[in-house]
């Protein structure tokens, strides 16, 4: 049986996908950016070759079957729209068609694994919980299915204690703002330092913060692959959940940055549509805000660090921000920053990709740990915890030891005063 999508009236994302197909002139720049185009070498899994499919599927030229694997393929980084000369906004196209897609054409097994991946990664307890039944599953690995196996690779040896966020946290000395920290869910159980970290600076930095009580997902990973209805409930929760007499709604993920920057575009149209849009348009990263603010708190390494810096793509592709974090980390006395080789390509983490593609995701996450290790650096840095998990994972392969630090916990580290 052959899938296709069905016609539907004209809709604002209809729109936006059309004009994405449209602004498209097949130039080829976007090849040289596109990680699953270097690892395959296939044109239809650069992204001017999924904009031909999926416009071929959108006008019933195509049926879905065949256009969908390569589609799926996609991480989703948005590299090639940092490298389009003519403005191509690929996001618009991929996002709304994949959820137009929906789960057609996709079997039950890959359904179910979706569902339960979605219902645990968005719960810190049901996350938490998973983790340590996983970590006893790890020593039955080979007696497992090979469907289990990526996300058994990907789990920790040991978890961190649970380690609950105040709900106020003042500014030291003079306040300087206002904001509303964003506390995420699976950053909550893999690395809860990161938060923690985020406040000690804000705080150091004149910055007073509250932590917003049943704040629930930001949708994040269901936007991702597809699933908007799933999205459009946790965006309506959260924007009921979080204070509107703030200066700012700071997130310490890109992947939870940039989804909630996006609800303005993807639920347009929605019943809560200018609610959940207004909330999205509070959002800055942890590195944005800091760097707008300035820091005036001193800083220094506590010994001689050569950091390396990973561009998330949420961060530096989707949210335009590559600037600040380094602007940031030169300010730390005694840090040096280098620059990763091909640093714009995706390390295979996007959100479940490296679950659901597991031979992609080790691929790029290979070439990335080797790119880092080349570097000489002594720590990498990035400001998403689906980038830290994944580069730390493949770094565990080789030599010499790299500690992998969010970027607002070597800021965190280097404050003179504690």
Do not use: W
């Not at 690395?191 to 970290?197: D, F, T, V, Y």
């Not at 930001?218 to 979080?242: F, N, P, S």
């Not at 997130?251 to 996006?262: D, L, N, Q, V, Y």
């Amino acid at each position: 049986m052959q899938h296709r999508i069905p016609a539907s009236p004209a809709t604002p994302a209809r729109a936006s996908m059309a004009h994405a197909i449209e602004t498209c002139v097949h130039c080829g720049f976007c090849l040289a950016a596109c990680p699953t185009y270097q690892v395959l070498g296939e044109e239809r899994d650069s992204p001017r070759g999924r904009i031909v499919l999926m416009k071929q599927v959108l006008e019933g030229d195509l049926a879905l079957d065949e256009a969908r694997p390569h589609v799926d393929r996609c991480l989703g980084c948005l590299a090639c729209v940092t490298a389009c000369p003519s403005g191509v906004p690929y996001g618009e196209l991929l996002t709304p068609f994949r959820a137009a897609a929906g789960e057609q054409a996709t079997s039950l097994v890959a359904r179910v694994r979706r569902r339960v991946l979605l219902d645990t990664l968005e719960s810190p307890a049901r996350f938490r919980t998973a983790v340590r039944l996983g970590q006893f599953a790890q020593r039955a690995a080979p007696l497992l299915p090979a469907a289990v196996q990526p996300m058994l690779a990907l789990l920790p040896t040991a978890l961190p204690p649970a380690a609950p966020l105040p709900a106020h946290v003042p500014a030291r000395g003079t306040r300087r703002a206002r904001v509303a920290l964003l506390a995420g869910c699976a950053q909550q159980v893999l690395s809860p330092g990161i938060n923690h970290a985020a406040l000690q600076v804000l705080a150091a930095n004149g910055i007073e913060v509250v932590v917003p009580r049943g704040q629930g997902c930001c949708g994040a990973l269901a936007l991702h692959v597809g699933d908007d209805d799933r999205a459009y409930a946790h965006a309506t929760t959260l924007a009921r959940a979080l204070p509107t007499d703030v200066d700012a709604i700071v997130t310490t993920a890109a992947g939870c940055g940039s989804a909630m920057k996006e609800y303005g575009h993807a639920f347009a149209g929605r019943d809560q549509a200018l609610a959940v849009a207004a909330c999205g348009s509070r959002v800055q990263d942890v590195a944005e805000f800091l760097d707008a603010v300035g820091l005036v708190a001193p800083m220094r390494a506590t010994g001689a660090s050569v950091v390396a810096y990973h561009d998330a793509c949420h961060l530096s592709h989707a949210q335009g921000i590559r600037r600040a974090p380094r602007a940031l980390l030169t300010q730390v006395e005694g840090l040096r920053l280098v620059e990763i080789p091909q640093g714009d390509l995706c390390c295979g983490s996007a959100g479940l990709y490296n679950v659901e593609q597991p031979e992609l995701a080790a691929e790029l996450g290979r070439r990335k740990a080797d790119a880092i290790r080349s570097t000489g650096a002594t720590i990498v840095t990035a400001g998403n915890i689906g980038c830290l998990v994944q580069i730390a994972t493949h770094l565990q392969a080789g030599t010499p030891a790299i500690a992998v630090r969010h970027t607002v916990e070597i800021l965190a580290d280097a404050l003179l005063g504690g």
